[in-house]
């Protein structure tokens, strides 16, 4: 079993900034990717930030020039730094792993409970 443990949420005026961080745990042989998604209400999940181990990052386009996604030595850690943050951010956050279990099979997906990131005018 993989766990996922987040941290970081809360709720900011408009402009300030929060740093949201994922740690996995659990049946990990090694890493593929760790990112941020988010959903508010009535909406669809959708992807804010990704980081493949060893390689790209990826950002949604609302999310570009404000918020930098980041690893640490561990490879199993990771971090979301949300800068000039606006009302329309608002949204449970969750972190996903994608994570191998063994040699020779796919990378299996994995999510937090989520985070609640609330941003007022």
């Known amino acids: 079993q993989v766990y996922v443990e987040e941290s970081g949420g809360g709720s900011v005026q408009s402009g300030g900034s929060l740093r949201l961080s994922c740690r996995a745990s659990?049946?990990?042989?090694?890493?593929?990717?760790m990112g941020w998604y988010r959903q508010a209400p009535g909406k669809e999940r959708e992807l804010v930030a990704r980081?493949?181990?060893?390689?790209?990052?990826k950002y949604s386009d609302s999310v570009k020039d404000r918020f930098s996604i980041s690893g640490d030595d561990s490879q199993k850690n990771v971090y979301l730094q949300m800068n000039r943050l606006k009302p329309e951010d608002t949204a449970r956050y969750y972190c996903?792993?994608?994570?191998?279990?063994?040699?020779?099979?796919?990378?299996?997906?994995?999510w937090g409970e989520g985070i609640q990131v609330t941003v007022s005018a």
């Open positions: 996903k792993v994608e994570s191998y279990s063994a040699l020779g099979v796919p990378p299996e997906d994995s």
């Open positions: 659990g049946n990990i042989l090694s890493i593929y990717a």
């Open positions: 980081l493949v181990n060893g390689g790209p990052r």
